[in-house]
């Protein structure tokens, strides 16, 4: 008698639900450095002043806020973020102060910020299954599955804590790319393809009109048609919302402005990528799909060639901007769909999913040990109860001012946009600055009330790395006989004129209140 195990299959709904919690869980990787002693700290200083913008939006009852008056003070910046990620994260706040958790109602925007990440991710996670299902043969859709849940940097763009517009414009191009590939099999897809680009676009007009175009590119030429229902979803989608918040030509030419590429030099996502990155972030596996496109016949299948014309595209942009390898990272995960042959044996498949895979796992397993507390943000928590918002704006460290910004309420000069580049460099003026008088004049100009010093010797650094254009290591602290530097007076509290008040010291930090 023959006796046979069959296991049961779970309804894809669930396998489905099941997978998005198993991405929700892994975009956690980063808890160490954002819960801490009771208290959620964020990611990136851009996080902070997204964060404060939704906090004024709810404390006012606002939908848009174009202006941010509390960065570059007195002068403000207009920003190039769009408003639907601040409407998710006040909405997620707003259902998160109705749970009964004390920690959470006492502070859910913070949470708000923290989950918006992951369940974005998650939402992605369980629609990518949906659409992707059926694909065959089954190891390869699992391939795609296994590496979006794994890798490096798709579990930075949607990690927690970092509530940033990137988390929403690689959730959708993801969704976008996912819809591609069905769309034609499925003509029902057609309105939800152009519906997702156009929310894309919405939320920014670079990266998504960047990849529209190999796909309308491909569809005109090699197709020789465009579904009219996707042209249609496009524009009632795009063209209303882009009407509503305007195209933000000002904050784009402060790309433009003096100094920008001397900051830009000191931002590690903004720098050029390495060997060492490639191998450690996306698996030798990227070195496939070149060899295997020498071998195929069907360069003129429409899906494949909108797959490659952005694939190299960002290929290319990585290699000029780290930032561009979250795009890069979808990309691909597209690519093994269409390129990987089925394996000839379990030995080729294995060695496939170990060049692929192993990369990320090994990222993964040697990057958690590194994750630090995060001790510097938490002191600035502190230092910011000693902060009164009304007596005048904080000059400091233009990467720490935003988390003040948003522990205090008090505005700041410099900020971590390039639309607070004026202020940015004023900062570094004043921390370069050798006498006060001169230093003051900065001060008043900004109208400042609070001064920050943090460590000279970094300070000065980054301070000059802005104004010259020098590298890091090649700065090199000046020594001054009579006269020292301000930054450095300030820190260790000698000949400081008697309009600075100490209100806060610390191993890193120096507070002053200014009253001249």
Partial sequence: MNCRISIPRL???????????????????????????????????????????????????????RFHPFENFPDGIVVHTTALLDWLVGGLSLFLHLLPLQAVQDHPLDWAGILIGPL????????????????????????????YLINPLLIWSTSMARPDHQNLIISLLLLAWALEL??????????????????????????????????????????????????????????????????????????????????MGTIGELRHSTLNWWIQYGGLIFLFPLWLLLRRKELAEPRLLIFLISSVAAGVLVYWQQRWGYFFAGI???????????????????????????????????????????????????????????SGALMGPWWQSPALLYFSGAPIIGSSSHESIEGIVDTARFYTSCNFPEAEALLKKHRVGWVLVYLPDRLYRNSEQILTGKKYDEIEMPSYSGTRLVCRRLFEHVAVPSAFRVTYVSPLFTLYHYQP
């Avoid at 450095?33 to 606002?62: I, M, P």
């Avoid at 659409?131 to 859709?141: D, F, G, S, T, V």
């Avoid at 510097?376 to 902060?387: G, T």
Wanted: hydrophobic share 50%.
């Fill in 182 to 263: 069905r769309r034609w099999e499925q003509p029902g897809l057609h309105a939800w393809a152009g519906a997702v680009w156009g929310l894309a676009l919405w939320v920014s007009l670079l990266e998504p009109l960047l990849f529209l175009a190999p796909v309308l590119l491909v569809n005109l030429v090699v197709r020789r048609r465009e579904a009219r229902t996707f042209w249609v979803t496009l524009l009632l989608v795009s063209l209303p919302l882009l009407a509503l918040e305007g195209v933000r030509s000002e904050a784009y030419e402060k790309l433009n402005a003096p100094y920008i590429h001397n900051w």
């Fill in 120 to 147: 974005l991710a998650a939402g992605t996670a369980f629609l990518l299954y949906r659409l992707l299902q059926n694909h065959e043969p089954a190891w390869q859709r699992w391939l795609f599955f296994g590496s």
């Fill in 332 to 390: 691909s995960l597209f690519l093994f769909l269409l390129l990987l042959p089925r394996p000839r044996s379990v030995l080729a498949a294995g060695l496939l999913l170990a060049l692929q895979l192993g990369p990320m796992i090994w990222w993964n397993w040697t990057e958690y040990p590194k994750i630090t507390t995060p001790e510097e943000l938490a002191q600035l928590r502190d230092m910011a109860e000693k902060i009164t918002p009304d």
């Fill in 11 to 65: 309804p894809p709904t669930v396998t489905a639900g099941l997978y998005a919690l198993a991405v929700f869980v892994s975009r956690f990787k980063y808890w160490k450095s954002s819960l801490f002693e009771g208290h959620a700290y964020f990611a990136d200083a851009d996080c902070y002043t997204r964060l404060y913008r939704v906090k004024r939006l709810l404390a006012e009852h606002a939908l848009i806020q």
